[in-house]
Structure formats: structure tokens, C-alpha cells
């Protein structure tokens, strides 16, 4: 799946949470747009009728984080939009990666990494505290910040 950046416009203001009775990434306030989303792992890039993505949600357990030194990328805002297909239907997911990519926290910056960090084109804030890092428009690794850590 490929994505596209576009400059940044108005979007919902959200603060990333993380759940540890859940085992998951939540936002608040939980915005009411949506309807679709774009898995990576089992978290989804909740995006709306027309594949922007608007925030990431899910489940990610913990306890099988590693603990990493890696720094977040440069960053810059943006819009991020999905290519979603002619044929999607609302409501339904479709899955980024076949095989789970590895997970890892620095506890020290309050960054959650989820995929590589390495070889990356663009990373972009498309949404408070949460970053998508693309290589030639395909999504590599997804950060997400979080104010306490579980």
C-alpha cells in the first residue's frame, strides 16, 4: 500500500494514550470521523472516506516491546492519505504487513517505534504525537508518543 503527503490542514486534536489493562494504543478525545483503517500489526491507521489517515489505535502489547536508544527521526507535518483501493468497502482493514514487525520503546524520550528505523524518504507528524516514516511512499515504521509509558 502506498501513501501520499499533502500539506497539513485542519485535523483532530488528539492526545496519543496507551491502555495497559487493553494492551493498547488509544487517543483522546476519540475523534467521531473514521470508519476504515490500514493495519500495521494489529494497530490501525484510522483513516476516513477519503484514506487520510487521521489517527492510529490498537493493540500492542507491552510486554513484548524491546527497549531501544533509537531517536525519532526529522519530522515534518503533513497530511497523510492511503491509496485505498477503487473497490474498498467502508468499515473493513486492509493489512500493511504480512509478517508482525518488531516493537520497541524508548523509555527515555517516550517514543514507541513500531517497524524499522532505517532506510526511510519522509516521516510525517500526521497527527499529534504520531509519526509515519514512508520509503518511496510505502510505510516503514510508525512512532507514536506517549507522555507516560506503561
Known sequence: MRFNVEPEQMRPRVTPVYRSQDF????EPKPE????????????LEVDEDGVVLYAWGLCPHTTWSETCDALPTTRRGMLRAELPDD?????????????????????????????SSAVDDCIEFADGMVA??????????????????
Open 24 to 27: 493498547a494504543f488509544d487517543v
Open 88 to 116: 474498498f468497502t467502508p468499515g473493513t482493514s486492509i493489512r500493511v504487513n504480512r509478517e508482525r514487525w518488531p516493537v520497541a520503546a524508548n523509555p527515555e524520550t517516550g517514543w514507541v517505534r513500531i517497524g524499522e
Open 33 to 44: 470521523s473514521g470508519g476504515a483503517s490500514v493495519l500495521v500489526n494489529d494497530v490501525q
Open 133 to 150: 516514516c514512508l520509503a518511496a511512499g510505502r510505510l516503514v515504521s510508525l512512532w507514536i508518543h506517549l507522555t507516560t509509558m506503561p
